[in-house]
Nanobody, 115 residues
Framework: QVQLVESGGGLVQPGGSLRLSCEASGSSFSIYAMGWYRQAPGKQRDLVARITSGGSTNYAASVKGRFTISRDNAKNTVYLQMNSLKPEDTAVYYC?????????WGQGTQVTVSS
């Protein structure tokens, strides 16, 4: 099974930047499809960005052009670089791994964008 450990959340001002990290256990990280999701209070959990094992990416329209998902297979880590942050980006961000037909979730990390 896969265990995911997230880090990098925190409090930032509008227009600021954060980089989230998600480190996965196991020796088969390179074949995992990875994604970042977020959930704001009273809202459902929605896809923010996705990256396949082949490196293809896609993004929610609300973050396209501001966020970048990437992966470092040597470090078993996926990143979410978040720039030009807005108050509406405030949410708990979750890392997800898809492997062998199973979905695994990280514990979530809080991102708060406020002045």
């Amino acid at each position: 099974q896969v265990q995911l450990v997230e880090s990098g959340g925190g409090l930032v001002q509008p227009g600021g930047s954060l980089r989230l990290s998600c480190e996965a256990s196991g020796s088969s990280f390179s074949i995992y499809a990875m994604g970042w999701y977020r959930q704001a209070p009273g809202k459902q959990r929605d896809l923010v960005a996705r990256i396949t094992s082949g490196g293809s990416t896609n993004y929610a329209a609300s973050v396209k052009g501001r966020f970048t998902i990437s992966r470092d297979n040597a470090k078993n880590t996926v990143y979410l670089q978040m720039n030009s942050l807005k108050p509406e980006d405030t949410a708990v961000y979750y890392c997800k791994a898809l492997m062998g037909g199973y979905a695994y979730w990280g514990q979530g990390t809080q991102v708060t964008v406020s002045s």
